[in-house]
Nanobody, 124 residues
Framework: QVQLVESGGGLVQAGGSLRLSCAAS????????MAWFRQAPGKEREFVSA????????YYTESVKGRFTISRDSAKNIVYLQMNSLKPEDTAAYYC?????????????????WGQGTQVTVSS
């Protein structure tokens, strides 16, 4: 059974930075496409970023391009989301997801495994 555990969330002022981590266990991490989604109160869960199994391809939703960077360390079975220039509208619970298929990359149904989420709050 694959388990994903997120960490790194917190409260930060607008313009600040946070780095989220997602530690995977129980599966073949190197085979999975990994992604981050987020869900703000009263809103649907939305795609943020994804990274291919090899790390060669990365994808971002338009609103975070140039501010967020996704990466993975397959030796440690961890995927990261570096978030810079944070804005109040980035406030949400952030979820790590993984799956063999991961296609289409922005669709939640493409991922088989999910973490419990970590809260990011950006104050203005």
């Amino acid at each position: 059974q694959v388990q994903l555990v997120e960490s790194g969330g917190g409260l930060v002022q607008a313009g600040g930075s946070l780095r989220l981590s997602c530690a995977a266990s129980g599966g073949t991490f190197s085979m999975y496409q990994m992604a981050w989604f987020r869900q703000a109160p009263g809103k649907e869960r939305e795609f943020v970023s994804a990274i291919s199994w090899s790390g060669a391809r990365t994808y971002y939703t338009e609103s975070v391009k140039g501010r967020f960077t996704i990466s993975r360390d397959s030796a440690k079975n961890i995927v990261y989301l570096q978030m810079n220039s944070l804005k109040p509208e980035d406030t949400a619970a952030y979820y790590c997801a993984g799956g063999i298929r991961g296609n289409p990359y922005a669709a939640s149904y493409a991922y088989d495994y999910w973490g419990q989420g970590t809260q990011v709050t950006v104050s203005s």
